[in-house]
């Protein structure tokens, strides 16, 4: 769980970090940015900040933003009833993006958050810069962090079903619960 | 049709109005920019300039680019076989984009390219800013323009297939012919 108070000072930060990469986002977007902690209480190590700019029955579009040494813990989109699964290409916009995806061990720069050995079992490294991509077939495991300076990145996708995600990590919860003290 | 140098000083322009915009985009793919003349032969009027960045069976993302004063031409997404369509959203990244869907006629800004009043039959007038957006379901006939500036836009579809696009010219050809001389 997070307070309310830090849910929305990292609401500003990641504003912050995506018109620092140029993007236009307006005041109501801003207050819609989700903060998602997977319920670790660990913000600042696993957790991401989502914005959604389009979400419909058919397509789905995030920006998401990730602070310095901020992981998105391992996790795959499962079929849903007659869905075979969310497909997602992730686009750099700023700063550098480490991503782990099945293949060879080839970890290297990124790192696994300290005692979580268990929960990252995709060592495969992508370096991801502005302007490069990836596209994730559904059921296909992932994680991706930032180092210095944080991250920004578009999600393009079909439907998102955030709540129907898999994680690695069995102590996940994908809806953040805020507390108002 | 369009002469190969034609062509490439528009993907010049296209990429330079993209790049003003704030969006990192690769050599390669500014190299990729399609310049759609319609088959209309008065690119400056009536054309549009299309980055695509993602294009699988099931969803589709394009960077558009409108010359000052240049409109897309009036168009809708029909059904295609087991698909009921292309569902779309465009959001303006830079400049200030003229939209025109069903609704009483508020044209006021915008304006119909000369001589072509039987073409451009929806007067709906939408002015959009950056950060602005708006979805099309399938089947709404739209069109859309800049006016001093130019401006740049995302749209983001289920799947396009371009060429099985309806427009309310009949002169139209979807798929631009180049000319090497």
């Given at each position: 769980?997070?307070t ?8 500003r930060r990641?504003a912050?970090?995506m018109r620092?990469?140029g993007?236009?986002i307006?005041e109501?977007e ?5 903060v ?10 696993e957790g991401?900040?989502?914005l959604?700019?389009?979400q ?8 998401l ?7 998105e ?6 079929p849903?009833?007659?869905d ?6 992730v686009?750099v ?5 480490y991503?782990?995806v099945?293949?060879?061990d080839?970890?290297?720069r990124g ?9 990252y079992?995709?060592?495969h ?5 502005p302007s ?11 994680w991706?962090?930032?180092l210095?300076g944080?991250a ?5 996708s079909t ?7 898999k ?5 996940i ?8 003290s």
């Amino acid at each position: 769980m997070i307070t309310r108070k830090e849910y929305e000072s990292a609401q500003r930060r990641a504003a912050d970090l995506m018109r620092k990469a140029g993007l236009h986002i307006s005041e109501k977007e801003e207050k819609s940015i989700e903060v998602v902690d997977f319920g670790l209480g660990r913000l600042d190590e696993e957790g991401v900040q989502v914005l959604t700019l389009v979400q419909t029955e058919r397509i789905s579009v995030k920006v998401l933003a990730l602070f310095p040494h901020q992981t998105e813990p391992e996790h795959w989109h499962p079929p849903v009833e007659n869905d075979p699964g969310k497909e997602e290409t992730v686009r750099v916009i700023d700063g550098t993006v480490y991503f782990f995806v099945p293949g060879p061990d080839t970890l290297s720069r990124g790192f696994v958050p300290k005692g979580k050995d268990a929960c990252y079992t995709m060592k495969h490294e992508v370096v991801m810069k502005p302007s490069d991509q990836i596209t994730l077939e559904p059921g296909k495991k992932h994680w991706f962090q930032a180092l210095d300076g944080g991250a920004v990145m578009f999600s393009f996708s079909t439907v998102a079903r955030d709540a129907l995600d898999k994680f690695t990590d069995p102590n996940i919860v994908r809806i953040t619960e805020i507390v108002e003290s």
